[in-house]
């Protein structure tokens, strides 16, 4: 059984608040060289994989059927643990990628245009009344169904590209434009080897790089046993076959096995 580091009581309210939440130190130099390594490999090939590929951004889809690099970052014990933390159940895999997003050509010229609030890609997946419920036993805290976990592969500062998140906004219905206008911007900034967690109902979008470095993430999905796999991301069974271990198995097929876990909550 998992024994190492979980969020804080801090760290899940501040999750239930803002609908995201950083823990960083989850990776190492060695390990995180392994894992870039992977990346460099791949981000240029899987055409079947690609979700956008030019100048700027190139981002490749299912990555944990590609390498077993990607997933011990993605499947690490600590991140497994804590999305357990904040989805309250068991998990099933939903999907993974990853993204490499270069400077943004107009970075000197535009800057302010490229950080306007209401010119960026806006979006998230899932409605608020279909993704948060209470937590067990402590009303301060909620769980989300569905949660994002970003892997930092370099580090964000302030002008890296870092995403933007309407805080708060995991809990409220509406457009992005409704939604603009009732939740703070933040921008997630973190050194490499964090890991950011949020929730699919919050509201995010990417933006431009506007200092000089590749910003590089990569991502994973999880939700409960009954959540549906994403668009083509089912695991092949030749990749499952080659999964040692049994609960990253389970995660990644999805729990072939009579009702579900955790229907009756610990008293
Ligand atoms: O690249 C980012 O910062 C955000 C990516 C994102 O929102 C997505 O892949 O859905």
Same mark, same amino acid.
């Given at each position: 059984?998992?024994?190492?580091?979980?969020?804080?009581?801090?760290?899940?309210?501040?999750?239930?608040?803002?609908?995201?939440?950083?823990?960083?130190?989850?990776?190492?130099?060695?390990?995180?060289?392994?894992?870039?390594?992977?990346?460099?490999?791949?981000?240029?090939?899987?055409?079947?994989?690609?979700?956008?590929?030019?100048?700027?951004?190139?981002?490749?889809?299912?990555?944990?059927?590609?390498?077993?690099?990607?997933?011990?970052?993605?499947?690490?014990?600590?991140?497994?643990?804590?999305?357990?933390?904040?989805?309250?159940?068991?998990?099933?895999?939903?999907?993974?990628?990853?993204?490499?997003?270069?400077?943004?050509?107009? %970075?000197?010229?535009?800057?302010?245009?490229? *950080? /306007?609030?209401? $010119?960026?890609?806006?979006? !998230?997946?899932?409605?608020?009344? &279909?993704?948060?419920?209470?937590?067990?036993?402590?009303?301060?805290?909620?769980?989300?169904?569905?949660?994002?976990?970003?892997?930092?592969?370099?580090?964000?500062?302030?002008?890296?590209?870092?995403?933007?998140?309407?805080?708060?906004?995991?809990?409220?219905?509406?457009?992005?434009?409704?939604?603009?206008?009732?939740?703070?911007?933040?921008?997630?900034?973190?050194?490499?080897?964090?890991?950011?967690?949020?929730?699919?109902?919050?509201?995010?979008?990417?933006?431009?790089?506007?200092?000089?470095?590749?910003?590089?993430?990569?991502?994973?999905?999880?939700?409960?046993?009954?959540?549906?796999?994403?668009? %083509?991301?089912?695991?092949?069974?030749?990749? *499952? /076959?080659?999964? $040692?271990?049994?609960?990253? !198995?389970?995660?990644?097929?999805? &729990?072939?096995?009579?009702?579900?876990?955790?229907?009756?909550?610990?008293?």
């Amino acid at each position: 059984m998992y024994r190492g580091t979980m969020l804080t009581e801090d760290q899940l309210r501040t999750f239930s608040e803002r609908g995201w939440v950083v823990q960083p130190d989850v990776f190492d130099p060695n390990s995180l060289g392994r894992y870039q390594e992977a990346f460099d490999e791949h981000i240029d090939g899987h055409s079947e994989a690609r979700l956008q590929h030019d100048d700027i951004i190139r981002s490749i889809q299912f990555v944990v059927n590609f390498d077993v690099r990607f997933r011990d970052c993605l499947m690490a014990p600590q991140i497994i643990e804590e999305n357990r933390q904040i989805t309250g159940t068991e998990l099933k895999y939903i999907t993974s990628w990853i993204i490499s997003r270069n400077p943004a050509p107009g %970075r000197y010229e535009d800057r302010n245009a490229l *950080l /306007a609030p209401d $010119s960026q890609s806006w979006h !998230r997946d899932l409605r608020p009344k &279909w993704g948060i419920y209470p937590h067990d036993s402590d009303p301060r805290l909620i769980n989300s169904v569905y949660n994002n976990s970003m892997v930092l592969l370099t580090d964000i500062g302030k002008d890296d590209g870092g995403t933007l998140m309407l805080d708060g906004s995991h809990r409220i219905e509406g457009s992005w434009q409704d939604l603009l206008g009732k939740c703070d911007v933040s921008q997630l900034t973190g050194s490499a080897g964090s890991v950011v967690y949020f929730s699919e109902t919050l509201m995010h979008s990417g933006v431009a790089v506007l200092g000089e470095r590749r910003r590089d993430v990569m991502f994973i999905a999880y939700g409960p046993p009954w959540f549906k796999t994403w668009y %083509r991301s089912t695991v092949p069974d030749v990749v *499952l /076959a080659d999964v $040692s271990d049994e609960l990253q !198995r389970n995660i990644l097929e999805g &729990w072939d096995m009579f009702g579900y876990h955790g229907q009756h909550p610990a008293m």
